[in-house]
């Protein structure tokens, strides 16, 4: 499997909304809707942010979207706050019980 | 609340072994696959295997199918990662995750791996 590419770094100030894309194929992305996103702070583990595309886990604020057409998932984040500074990840079903993940994009709020 | 904490990282040569564990609980460990992801430093995820609740199958990535083997111990509420052959590129941190069909919610702290 290939990565998926997400672009490497991405921002915001504060208050404004930065969206994130994640491009895969019609064996990953397009093919399924089990498109999920992770945040990462520095040396901390990943954190379950979106799943099937544009469902948020209990406790994630709402400030969080996520969409997707075609190939390519995206993720919205509204209301950029100081803590929102992270890596993000996106991730993807690719078929037989396998899974890809995207290159990951610095989100950075200046 | 869910907790998965991986012990068993460490240094080892290149061609070396080492087997990662994943002590599981706050939920009913039988119930639910569970995958391995890993990060090299300074470098994204990457998903390396999953394991279905009874372990009766498994599914690797390419790069580590038929070096590495994942198992489960359901009566110990417990995940494994063996790695053989290993290389200085599996050098990274582990983590054990919990499978959902639509993602992976839960994941553990981390284990180190080193291969030099």
């Known amino acids: 499997q290939s990565a998926l590419t997400q672009p490497p770094s991405a921002s915001g100030s504060p208050g404004q909304s930065v969206t994130i894309s994640c491009t895969g194929t019609?064996?990953?992305?397009?093919?399924?809707?089990?498109v999920s996103w992770y945040q990462q702070h520095p040396g901390k583990a990943p954190k379950f942010m979106i799943f099937?595309?544009?469902k948020r886990p209990s406790g994630v604020p709402d400030r969080f979207s996520g969409s997707k057409s075609g190939n390519t998932a995206s993720l919205t984040v509204s209301a950029l706050q100081a803590e929102d500074e992270a890596d993000y990840y996106c991730a993807s079903y690719a078929g037989s019980f396998t899974w890809v993940f995207g290159g990951g994009t610095r989100l950075t709020v200046l | 609340q869910v907790q998965l904490v991986e012990s068993g990282g460490g240094v080892v040569q290149p061609g070396g072994s080492l087997r990662l564990s994943c002590v599981a609980s706050?939920?009913?460990?039988?119930?639910?696959?569970m995958q391995w992801v890993r990060q090299a430093p300074g470098k994204g995820l990457e998903w390396l295997a999953h394991?279905?609740?009874?372990?009766?199958?498994?599914y690797y990535v390419g790069s580590v199918e038929g070096r590495f083997i994942v198992s489960r111990d359901n009566s110990k509420n417990t995940l494994y990662l063996q790695m053989n052959s290993l290389r200085i590129e599996d050098t990274a941190v582990y983590y054990c995750?919990?499978?959902?069909?639509?993602?992976?919610?839960?994941w553990g702290q981390g284990t180190l791996v080193t291969v030099s």
């Open positions: 706050g939920f009913t460990f039988s119930e639910i696959s």
């Open positions: 099937e595309v544009n």
């Open positions: 394991i279905r609740l009874d372990g009766s199958n498994q």
């Open positions: 995750a919990t499978d959902a069909d639509w993602g992976f919610p839960d």
């Open positions: 019609n064996s990953d992305v397009g093919g399924y809707n089990s």
